[in-house]
C-alpha cells in the first residue's frame, strides 16, 4: 500500500523547489519548543469567583470591564452574554479596580492587586493602561504598591489622574499613600503619605468641584500568624486644591485606632459624605457630614461583619436616590436615610460575599453586583437576581482526580464556593458545560483526596479541618474529623489543613493539625502518630507592624488562620515508614520508624531560607527512599523568591533547585511523574513550570494558560494527564504529557515521535445545545480520536526568512540594506513552505489515512479521529450526496511521520498504538458479523456509481459544445433531432438521479433517489449498533438503481458517439472528451 505515499511524494517533487533552507538544531529545552503541548481550560464557571471591580461604559451601557481579584481582566461589549479576558499575557493576574476615563471611554485604567485585606489574596504590579479599549496595555509605575483600591481620572483634566494605593500588606513600605500624576502617568508624586504601614484605601471627588477630593487611609498589616486590621494612620483627609494639600477631618470620628473606612459623596449634594468606619476590634459604625467634612454625625452603629471590615466594607451611594446607600458585606446592607437605619438587601438566589456595585444611569432600577460568587445582575431594585454563568474564575487552593473509567473526575476545593467536582472530558461534541459540575460539599473548600481503585470515595474538607468522607453513589457526607482526648489541648488545623492518602494501601489515610493523624479504616477511627510538630507559640508574643503590640491595639482574631499547624504531609512510596511533616512556622519533621520518632529540622538550617518559612508542599521521591523535595513560602513576609530544595539524604542536608525560575515566582507544589523520576512539575505564582533533569533546571510551561497563580498540581497516571489547579481560572489539564519523559540535551538534537495513548473511539452525543443561546458556557474536550505526538529538532528558515533576518540586523545597525536581486526574489516566491506529513497504517501495514501540516519546531500535535474515508471519485458537483467517512476497526495502528522541505522527503520515524472501542449500546445487531462485508460493498457500490457518474457527467459537458459545432454544418438539420433526442434523454437521466427539478425548486416530495438510497444506508456505519437490516436493503435498492443508471447511460453512451462520429467526419473536427 506504500504506492500511495511514492504517487504522491512524485507529485511534491515536481512542483518544489530544490531551494537549500538554513537549520538550527535545539541542544536544550526551550518555552518556545514546548509550545505545541497547550494546556486546555475545563472550567468550571456554574459557580465563578471573587470580582473586584465593575466599570460600565456610560457611552455605551453594554460594554463592562471586570476585573477580577485573582482572574485578570475581562470584557464583554454585549452585557455579559460573551467574555473575552482581555489582560492574559500580562505579568499580574490579581486586580483591584478599574475605570473608565470620562473623557475618552476607550481609554481604561487598571489597578492591580486586590483590595481586600485577607489571607489569600495576590499581589498586583501597580497601574497600567489601556488607550484602545483593552486591547493592549501600558504599565504606567507604581510597581512596588502590590494593593491598588481605586483610580479616579480627574473631571477637569484626563491628564490628572488619582490612584489609591493601600501598599503592601505583608510588609511595610512600597508605593503606598495617594499618588497623583498630571502628565497622564508619566511621573507619579505621593500627595498623601502618613507612615510605612498605611496606605490609601478610598478616595471620592466632587463632580461639580473637583478640586474638593476626600480620601481614606487605612493602616494594617497581615502575617502568618495574625492580622492587625487598624492603627494611629487610619483617619479620612480632604484636599481643596485638587490634591496638592491634604487635611485631616476626624470632628465627630472615634478616636480609637481606625480600621477600614469606605467613603462615598452625594451625587445629588456634594456637600454630604457618608463614612462607614471599622473602630477597634471589628465594631464600627456609619458617619454622615452636610458640611463638606467640616463635622461628622453618626448615624447607626453598623458595620461590615461575618469575614470583617477588611474584606468588604465599601460604601457605594445610589445615583437614582437621595440619601441611598449600600455597604458592602456577606449581605449588603442597604440604608434609605443617609445611614440611619439598615437592612438586609434580598439575596435569595444569588452568592454572598459581596465586593463591587454598579449601576445604569439610564435604569434605576438595575444593579450589577461583583461577589465572591460571580456576578449577578437584578433588573427589578434587587426582587430578583440574574447570575452571569459564563465567567471561569473560581479560585481553587487544591486539587484531587480520581481514576473513574473511561473519563477521570477532579475536585477542588475553592474559596468560598463550596469543594467542586465535574469530569475531565465528556462524551458531549460541545464539550463541558456547567450541568456537568457538582458541588462535593460546602464552606470554603480545601485539600480533597481520593482513594484509588474506588471512584466513589471522596475525602473533602471544609476550612480549618473539617474533613468529610464523601459516598458518590448516594451523596452523602461523613464527619471524620479527628478528636482530641479529654484534657488535651484543642487540636490547631491549618486554614487547608493537609490530607493524604497512603501510597501502600487506599484504606490508610493521614491528616494533620498540629499532629499527625492516621486511619486505618477511612476516617473512621484515628491514632495520633506525633506529638506536636510546630513551635507552638502565643501568636500575640509575636511581632507584628514590625513590633509585639499591645493586647489593646486593632487585633482581628476572627480574620487571622489558626498557627502553629501542620501544613504538608508525605509518605514515602518505597518506604511505609518514612512520613514527612511541614508546618506554617518553619518546621521540617521527619520519621523513619512510623511515627515512633520525629526528627525535626528548622527550614533556616537549609541553605538561603528565611527562618519560620512557610512549607508548602513536601514530597518523598516516588523512587528513592532517601529523596526528599520541599518547596518553602516567605511571602507572608513581604518575600516573594523562590525556595524549592531537595534532599539525597533524607532530609539531612539540602540543596537549592530553582534554577530557571524568576525571582518573584514563588512556588506552591511540586509532583514527579511516575516512570520517569527525573521529569517533575512545578505549580508556581506566574504558571507550570517543567524539569526534565530532577530539578537542574526548570523551563517554563504554560502553552495555554493564562498568567495566573498555579496552586496545585496533579497527575492522572492511567491517562499521564497533569491537572493544574489556579487561583482564579478554574481547572486546566495537560493532556498526555508522556512525550516529555526521559528528554535530555542529546535526545533534542535529533526529531522525536513518540506513542500515543490508546485511543477511545466512540460516538461522541450530538447535544443541540448550540440552541441555548451565545451564553452557553462550554469547555472543550480533548481533540477526539489518536493524539500524535512528535518533536523537530530543527528550525528550517526559508530564503525570505533568512533575508528578513538578515536585514532585521542591519536595521538594528542603522546599516543599508542592499537590493536582493530579481532572481532571488523570484526563488523566494517559488520556495515551497516547508510541511509535515502524517501516514497511518493498520496492523496490516494497508494505508489508511494521510494529512498535513506546517512544519514547527519543537513539540508537535495533532488528532486523528479514527475514520478512513470511502475509495470513491464523487465530485461535489455530481450528486448531493457526499462521499462518507467510516471508522476504523478497534485494534493495532502505527503512525509514519515525514518532513517535506527544500526538495527532500525525510521519515521522522513511526510508533504503534491501540485503538479500544468504547461505549456501545445495550442491544445486539444481528448484523454485526457482516459489518466488514457490508462497507466492502459500500464501497464497490460507491465506486460503481462513482465511475457512472463521470461517464454521464463527461457526456453532458460534451454535448453543451456540440450544438454550436452543429450549427457549422452545411446539413444542420439532419443533426438535429439526433441531438435533441440525446439532450432528452439526459434530461431523464438527471431526473432519475437527481429528482424533478420542478418539484426541487418548490420543494415539493419527490421519489427517493440514488443519493437519498445510499444516504439511509451509511446512517448505520460509525454507530456502536452498526447498520439495521433496513439499511442493508436501502444499500440493495442503491444498487439497482444504480444498475439502471448504469444501463441508462450506456444506451445515451452509444447514441452520443454516433452523433460525435457523424460529426467528426463531416467536419474533420475532432471532439475531445
Not at 440574574?386 to 473511561?406: G, R, S
Not at 457549422?968 to 432519475?992: G, H, P
Not at 429528482?995 to 425548486?1001: L, P, R
Amino acid at each position: 500500500m506504500k504506492k500511495y505515499f511514492i504517487a504522491f511524494i512524485s507529485v511534491f517533487f515536481l512542483i518544489s523547489a530544490f531551494a537549500q533552507k538554513k537549520k538550527i538544531t535545539s541542544e536544550e529545552l526551550k518555552p518556545s519548543d514546548l509550545s505545541g503541548l497547550e494546556f486546555r481550560s475545563v472550567g468550571p464557571a456554574f459557580m465563578s469567583g471573587r470580582i473586584a471591580d465593575i466599570a460600565i461604559n456610560p457611552e455605551n451601557e453594554n460594554e463592562w470591564y471586570v476585573a477580577v481579584g485573582s482572574g485578570g481582566v475581562w470584557k464583554t461589549v454585549n452585557s455579559g452574554t460573551t467574555w473575552k479576558p482581555i489582560a492574559d499575557n500580562e505579568s499580574f493576574y490579581s486586580t483591584g479596580c478599574i475605570t473608565i476615563d470620562p473623557h475618552n471611554t476607550s481609554k481604561v485604567w487598571l489597578g492591580t492587586g486586590e483590595n481586600v485585606g485577607g489571607r489569600h489574596v495576590g499581589i498586583g504590579h501597580g497601574v497600567y493602561v489601556s488607550e484602545n479599549s483593552g486591547k493592549s496595555w501600558k504599565s504606567m509605575g507604581l510597581k512596588s504598591s502590590e494593593h491598588i483600591s481605586k483610580i479616579i481620572v480627574s473631571p477637569k483634566d484626563p491628564n490628572i489622574v488619582f490612584v489609591a494605593s493601600q501598599g503592601p500588606l505583608w510588609s511595610s513600605g512600597g508605593d503606598r499613600g495617594l499618588f497623583k500624576t498630571n502628565d497622564g502617568g508619566k511621573t507619579w508624586k505621593n500627595v498623601l503619605s502618613v507612615n510605612e504601614w498605611t496606605g490609601v484605601t478610598d478616595i471620592v471627588i466632587d463632580q461639580l468641584n473637583p478640586d474638593i477630593l476626600y480620601a481614606a487611609t487605612w493602616q494594617r498589616h497581615r502575617n502568618v500568624a495574625s492580622y492587625m486590621g487598624g492603627g494611629p494612620g487610619t483617619s479620612i483627609y480632604k484636599s481643596t486644591d485638587h490634591g496638592k494639600n491634604w487635611i485631616e477631618i476626624k470632628d465627630g470620628l472615634p478616636n480609637s485606632n481606625l480600621g477600614k473606612i469606605g467613603l462615598a459623596i452625594s451625587p445629588f449634594d456634594s456637600t454630604i459624605v457618608y463614612a462607614a468606619v471599622e473602630t477597634d476590634r471589628r465594631n464600627g459604625a456609619v458617619y454622615k457630614t452636610t458640611n463638606s467634612g467640616g463635622n461628622w454625625t453618626k448615624m447607626s452603629d453598623t458595620v461590615s461583619g461575618a469575614t470583617g471590615p477588611h474584606y468588604y466594607q465599601e460604601l457605594v451611594a445610589s445615583p437614582h436616590v437621595f440619601d441611598k446607600i449600600y455597604l458592602m458585606d456577606t449581605k449588603v446592607q442597604v440604608s434609605e436615610n443617609g445611614g440611619k437605619d439598615f437592612y438586609i438587601m434580598n439575596e435569595s438566589d444569588k452568592h454572598v460575599d459581596n465586593h463591587s456595585l454598579t449601576f445604569k444611569m439610564s435604569d434605576p432600577n438595575y444593579l450589577l453586583i461583583g461577589t465572591d460568587g460571580g456576578i449577578y445582575e437584578s433588573f427589578d431594585d434587587t426582587n430578583s437576581w440574574k447570575f452571569v454563568a459564563n465567567l471561569p474564575v473560581t479560585q481553587f487552593y487544591k486539587l484531587a482526580v480520581d481514576d473513574a473509567y473511561p473519563f477521570y473526575n477532579i475536585f477542588g476545593g475553592t474559596q468560598d464556593n463550596n469543594t467542586q467536582g465535574g469530569p475531565s472530558r465528556t462524551f458531549k461534541d460541545s464539550g463541558i458545560t456547567n450541568s456537568d459540575w457538582f458541588v462535593l460539599l460546602g464552606g470554603d473548600g480545601h485539600q480533597p483526596a481520593t482513594e484509588p481503585g474506588n471512584p466513589n470515595i471522596v475525602y473533602a474538607q471544609s476550612q480549618q479541618g473539617n474533613i468529610h468522607r464523601i459516598d458518590r453513589t448516594n451523596g452523602e457526607a461523613t464527619f471524620i474529623k479527628p478528636q482530641n482526648d479529654l484534657n488535651e489541648p484543642y487540636e490547631r488545623f491549618n486554614w487547608d489543613a493537609p490530607i493524604l492518602v497512603s501510597p501502600h494501601d487506599p484504606e490508610t489515610i493521614f491528616f494533620g493539625s498540629q499532629r499527625v493523624w492516621v486511619s486505618n479504616n477511612r476516617g473512621d477511627e484515628w491514632k495520633s502518630i506525633s506529638g506536636d510538630l510546630t513551635l507552638n507559640q502565643e501568636r500575640f508574643e509575636l511581632p507584628i507592624m514590625g513590633k509585639v503590640q499591645s493586647w489593646d491595639n486593632p487585633w482581628d482574631v476572627y480574620a487571622m488562620s489558626t498557627y502553629n499547624t501542620i501544613t504538608s504531609l508525605s509518605q514515602s512510596p518505597v518506604d511505609q515508614n518514612i512520613i514527612y511533616a511541614g508546618t506554617d512556622d518553619g518546621i521540617i519533621q521527619y520519621t523513619r520508624d512510623y511515627g515512633q520518632n520525629w526528627i525535626k529540622v528548622s527550614v533556616e538550617k537549609l541553605p538561603g531560607v528565611p527562618k519560620g518559612s512557610f512549607v508548602n508542599d513536601i514530597k518523598a521521591d516516588l523512587f528513592d527512599a532517601n529523596t526528599v523535595y520541599v518547596l518553602l513560602d516567605n511571602h507572608k513576609f513581604g518575600d516573594y523568591k523562590p525556595y524549592v530544595y531537595k534532599s539525597n539524604d533524607g532530609g539531612k542536608s539540602w540543596k537549592n533547585i530553582t534554577t530557571g525560575i524568576p525571582d518573584g515566582f514563588l512556588c506552591w507544589r511540586l509532583v514527579q511523574d511516575h516512570v520517569d523520576k527525573n521529569l517533575m512539575f512545578l505549580g508556581t505564582e506566574y504558571g507550570v513550570y517543567v524539569s526534565v533533569n530532577g530539578g537542574l533546571k526548570w523551563v517554563k510551561f504554560s502553552s495555554g494558560l493564562p498568567t495566573i497563580s498555579v496552586r496545585d498540581l496533579a497527575i492522572q497516571k492511567r491517562e499521564n494527564d497533569l491537572v493544574a489547579a489556579t487561583f482564579g481560572r478554574g481547572f486546566y489539564v495537560l493532556d498526555d504529557y508522556s512525550s516529555l519523559r526521559f528528554l535530555s540535551a542529546s535526545s533534542l538534537k535529533n526529531n522525536l515521535v513518540f506513542t500515543p495513548r490508546k485511543a477511545l473511539q466512540y460516538n461522541p452525543i450530538r447535544s443541540g445545545s448550540t440552541s441555548q443561546g451565545s451564553n452557553t458556557y462550554y469547555a472543550k474536550n480533548p481533540d477526539y480520536g489518536a493524539i500524535l505526538t512528535f518533536y523537530l529538532s530543527d528550525e528550517i528558515l526559508t530564503k525570505k526568512q533568512m533575508r528578513l533576518k538578515f536585514e532585521k540586523g542591519l536595521e538594528k545597525s542603522n546599516s543599508n540594506i542592499p537590493f536582493p536581486g530579481w532572481k532571488e526574489l523570484d526563488d523566494e516566491l517559488n520556495e515551497k513552505t516547508p510541511i509535515t506529513i502524517i501516514e497511518i497504517y493498520n496492523n496490516e501495514n494497508s494505508f489508511i489515512d494521510r494529512f498535513t501540516l506546517p512544519y514547527k519546531k519543537g513539540f508537535n500535535r495533532v488528532s486523528w479521529d479514527l475514520t478512513k474515508k470511502i475509495k470513491t471519485h464523487i465530485t461535489s458537483g455530481s450528486s448531493r450526496f457526499y462521499s462518507p467517512s467510516i471508522r476504523v476497526e478497534p485494534g493495532k495502528y502505527s503512525f509514519n511521520v515525514y518532513t517535506v522541505y527544500g526538495g527532500q522527503v525525510n521519515k521522522i520515524g513511526s510508533k504503534f498504538f491501540e485503538i479500544e472501542r468504547i461505549r456501545t449500546g445495550i442491544l445486539d445487531n444481528p448484523n454485526n458479523d457482516k459489518i466488514e462485508e457490508y462497507v466492502v460493498e459500500v464501497e464497490s457500490i460507491f465506486n460503481e456509481y462513482s465511475v457512472v457518474n463521470s461517464k454521464f457527467n463527461k457526456i453532458k459537458e460534451t454535448n453543451k459544445s456540440i450544438i454550436s459545432l452543429i450549427s457549422r454544418t452545411s446539413n444542420y438539420q439532419s443533426y438535429v433531432e439526433l441531438y435533441n433526442n440525446i439532450q432528452n434523454k439526459i434530461n431523464e437521466i438527471d431526473v432519475f438521479v437527481s429528482g424533478n427539478k420542478s418539484k426541487k425548486d418548490v420543494r415539493e416530495k419527490d421519489i427517493e433517489t440514488i443519493s437519498d438510497r445510499l444516504s439511509v444506508a451509511v446512517r448505520g456505519f460509525n454507530s456502536s449498533y452498526g447498520p439495521t437490516k433496513m439499511q442493508i436493503e436501502s444499500l440493495g435498492k442503491a444498487m439497482s438503481l444504480i444498475d439502471q443508471y448504469a444501463d441508462m447511460v450506456e444506451m445515451l453512451s452509444k447514441d452520443f458517439n454516433k452523433l460525435k462520429n457523424q460529426l467528426e467526419s463531416s467536419t474533420d473536427l475532432l471532439i475531445l472528451d
